[in-house]
Structure formats: C-alpha cells, structure tokens
C-alpha cells in the first residue's frame, strides 16, 4: 500500500505542475535589451497569453485575440495540454477507486486490482500527452533560435514552463509505472 500511495503521489504533483504550465505564460522567453539598460525589456509567451516585463519591474500580459490567428504548434499544445489535464482528473478518479486503502469493490478484488491498474495506465498516458506538446513547441523554440535566415519573430529561448512541463510529464509516467507495478491480477 505503501508503493501505491508514492506513485499515486509522484502523479498528483505531476497533475499538479501540468495546471501550473497551462496557466502560466513561461514557455517562451525572449530578453531585448535597447543601448541601454534602462530600455530593456524581456517577453513570455504561454499558451493563452504574452507578457512584457520593463526594467522599471511594470508588466503587462495581453491574451491573444484569436485563436485562429495562433500557429498550428500553438493550438495543438493548448488541445493537448488540457486533455492532458482532463485524463490525470480520470486517473485520479481510477486509482482512488482501485487503491488497497479505499473500500470501493472491497468484496471483488480482481475488479479493484483492474481498476487500479487502468488508474495507472492513464497516468502513463497523461504523462505522454504532456510530454509531446512541451517538446514539439521546445523544438520549435530551439529551430527557431538557430534559424539562420533573418525573420520578423524574436528568437525566444526556453522559458521554466518547458522544464516543469518535462519534470510534470516524467512524474506523471513514473507515478503511473509504480502504480502499474503494485498490482499483480
């Protein structure tokens, strides 16, 4: 019981840092700095808004206008980032049915074991779901960067969003892989 409660644990911080990505707007961080120091400036971009901080510590987020007018990566990573959110809430629901310290199917341990294991199986892919669109928009973030013709887009670096978006969907597999683990059917 012990193991289940470090992975349902391990998972629910994993939950957690998933929400804090999507509301956050740290994917994308981009410094500009004018002749002086006084003039700089250093901008966020996240999936629903940009943000400039001044030098003088005023800042100011906007929210896009439209969501047609956003980059298919964009759109993409918004979707899959609130599914992600949406399949950890059922994970949730699954394990605490299926864990040995509920009294859910308390008579029918096979149905309990299989719940609990379906609980661990959709942390895994929460997990993934959170992976894949915070590395498809770092390699955006990094082509971009090294992109040698000249454009109108500044080149951004990766923002703390991009790392905790790894952290979260690594914890969320691993939290799942444990659950996995402490059912033998």
């Excluded at 981009?30 to 120091?37: E, L, R, Y």
């Excluded at 950890?88 to 074991?113: E, H, P, Q, W």
Aim: net charge positive; aromatic share 8%; glycine share 12%.
């Amino acid at each position: 019981m012990q193991t289940q409660l470090v992975g349902v644990g391990l998972a629910i911080v994993g939950f957690l840092g998933t929400i804090l990505i999507c509301g956050l707007p740290m994917w994308k961080v981009t410094a500009f700095v004018g002749a002086n120091i006084i003039t700089s400036q250093v901008f966020w971009e996240g999936l629903w808004m940009n943000c400039v901080i001044q030098s003088t510590g005023h800042s100011q987020c906007k929210a896009y206008d439209s969501i047609l007018a956003l980059p298919q990566d964009l759109q993409a990573s918004r979707a899959l980032i609130c599914v992600s959110i949406g399949v950890s809430v059922v994970a949730i629901g699954l394990t605490v049915v299926g864990a040995r310290c509920t009294n859910f199917y308390r008579d029918d341990r096979l149905t309990k074991a299989n719940v609990g294991l379906s609980g661990g199986v959709v942390f895994i892919i929460a997990g993934l779901l959170c992976i894949i669109p915070v590395s498809w928009s770092a390699h955006s973030i990094i082509t971009g960067f090294y992109n040698p013709l000249p454009t109108s887009e500044r080149r951004g670096e990766l923002g703390a969003s991009i790392y905790v978006g790894w952290a979260s969907g690594a914890l969320l597999v691993i939290g799942g892989g444990i659950l996995c683990s402490t059912y033998r059917c």
